[in-house]
């Protein structure tokens, strides 16, 4: 009898895993961002409230990039030819930021957001699925996208992105952050494989496989470490800004400068993240000090 009932308790969990997932229903237009999320293998957009606190005015040291992204964005929203976007390079400089921003600017002009984890994107044909005939601009958000050597998952997401018989829909994009070019670890052997071709030089097959995922992301946009100048110039944005939020006139005087040298410093790099977390450092200890 207990065999019994164990195997019935067996059969009724497997029974539950089959059964369809619950999931809210999205009303597009008063809801802006969901994410993509996975029970019992199957998955769904669940919505999500999105409140920015970055504007695109706020993204210091990145314009080129900015209006890049900004334009091509646009042509999206107005129907007109426009490329999946990878944007890749150093930490804290505003990748991640930048999407958001995005979302704050334009989703009163139809733009939606919905992000996905790198792990989920398997799923990738049933996300398209769900969003295609929507009458909205999505872009499907990946961030800190990569892939380690044994993962075979980006096959599915280049699959996606052209390749598949199935034609993307044409109100979807993908926009990526990464820390890596082209998505992939890349090894010093990999060039072993290179030859030379009757005077030309051909690549070998691991470096033309880990580059065929990057090439097709349209936009390639890199995004580099700040110098001191330009990361003085994102601390003074963010001290300034907050401090006025909280009442605080601050003067971006030389001491102050050399207190957010110091502090970049500390850190070891020179980025924005940087140079907000000075602010309110900084903020932070002005308005204590008056407590």
């Known amino acids: 009898m207990k065999k019994l009932h164990s195997f019935l308790n067996r059969i009724a969990v497997a029974l539950e895993a089959a059964l369809p997932v619950d999931s809210p229903s ?104 769900a969003l295609a005939d929507q009458p909205w601009r999505f872009v499907i958000y990946c961030d800190d996208l990569s892939f380690e050597e044994d993962d075979v998952s980006y096959k599915r997401l280049k699959s996606a992105l052209d390749g598949a018989l199935s034609r993307t829909p044409d109100n979807v994009l993908l926009y990526a952050t990464s820390n890596r070019r082209h998505l992939l670890p890349e090894a010093a052997s990999d060039n072993l494989q290179t030859e030379w071709v009757n005077g030309e030089l051909h690549p070998g097959d691991a470096i033309e496989e880990k580059i065929s995922l990057s090439d097709r992301f349209g936009e390639w946009i890199g995004f580099y470490p700040f ?34 040298v110091r502090f970049a410093q500390g850190r070891g790099v020179r980025n924005g993240r940087v140079a907000q977390q000075f602010a309110k450092y900084w903020v932070g200890r002005e308005l204590l000090k008056k407590l």
């Open 26 to 129: 999205i009303d597009w237009s008063t809801q802006c961002a969901a994410v993509w999320r996975v029970e019992r293998g199957q998955g769904a957009l669940i919505p999500v409230v999105t409140s920015s606190p970055v504007s695109l005015e706020d993204l210091i040291g990145i314009e080129s990039q900015r209006e890049r992204v900004v334009s091509n964005t646009r042509q999206f929203l107005h129907g007109l030819p426009a490329n999946n976007v990878l944007m890749w390079g150093a930490r804290g400089t505003g990748k991640s930021s930048l999407v958001r921003a995005l979302l704050q600017a334009y989703s009163d002009q139809g733009l939606r957001l919905v992000q996905v984890d790198r792990e989920d994107l398997i799923q990738m044909p049933y996300i398209l699925n």
């Open 227 to 260: 110098d001191q100048a330009t990361y003085l110039r994102a601390a003074e944005h963010w001290t300034k800004r907050l401090g006025q939020s909280h009442g605080l006139a601050p003067e971006f005087c030389q001491g102050l400068q050399l207190e957010a």
